[in-house]
């Protein structure tokens, strides 16, 4: 019998049962088969199924159980090698220390992976308005731990208050009582009213109370 039979059955079985479309993965086979010269691919039977509980990429081990016709039997591990394309973000160019960054300041790229890692960022969306809290070279790919949100109102600086009722908007200026980042709510003085209150940060020196 010729191992690609069983190779071919184990990429089979990868590709119906992976998470990934299956023009987004790569699958090599690294090892060696044992002899499976004394089995008849005639009415051959082959029965596949993962070891362990890991993902469908890096190193994955297959259990392979074979039986012909004349009674003949095997049982072994296949390992595969899977690979998967991802999006990851990377530096158009050498982006600073602190720098705010927008779409611009960035680019997405392809790359094969065997390891999924959860800190690498995958879309622009997940860096526009974020500072850095660290340099980054041109190409380099950016993660979750190189940036932060930015402190859009600082305490003692004039904000914009915006209230907001329906259709009706308000605008007017407060003394911010503490730093904040977007979303975040922060205590504040009314200027004409000198009342303390509390309102959601929504951009820089920007914030809103929702009735």
Request: proline share 4%; charged share 30%.
């Amino acid at each position: 019998m010729d191992d690609g039979v069983v190779r071919q059955e184990v990429r089979r079985y990868i590709e119906k049962n992976m998470p990934w479309p299956v023009q987004d993965a790569r699958i090599t086979f690294p090892g060696h088969l044992p002899d499976l010269s004394s089995l008849s691919e005639r009415g051959l039977s082959v029965e596949i199924e993962k070891s362990g509980t890991g993902e469908y990429v890096g190193e994955v081990p297959f259990n392979v159980r074979l039986a012909d016709r004349q009674g003949q039997r095997r049982a072994f591990t296949v390992r595969a090698r899977i690979e998967v394309a991802r999006d990851v973000v990377v530096a158009d160019d050498t982006l600073a220390y602190n720098r705010i960054l927008t779409a611009g300041d960035v680019k997405v790229k392809r790359k094969w992976v065997r390891h999924l890692d959860p800190k690498l960022i995958t879309s622009v969306e997940q860096v526009e308005g974020k500072m850095l809290v660290t340099n980054v070279p041109a190409g380099g790919e950016l993660t979750t731990y190189m940036l932060k949100e930015p402190k859009l109102v600082k305490r003692g600086e004039v904000v914009r208050l915006q209230l907001d009722r329906g259709p009706i908007q308000i605008s007017t200026l407060a003394i911010c009582e503490e730093d904040g980042v977007r979303g975040a709510l922060v205590k504040i003085k009314n200027m004409s009213s000198h009342r303390i209150v509390y309102a959601k940060v929504k951009g820089e020196n920007h914030v809103v109370i929702d009735f």
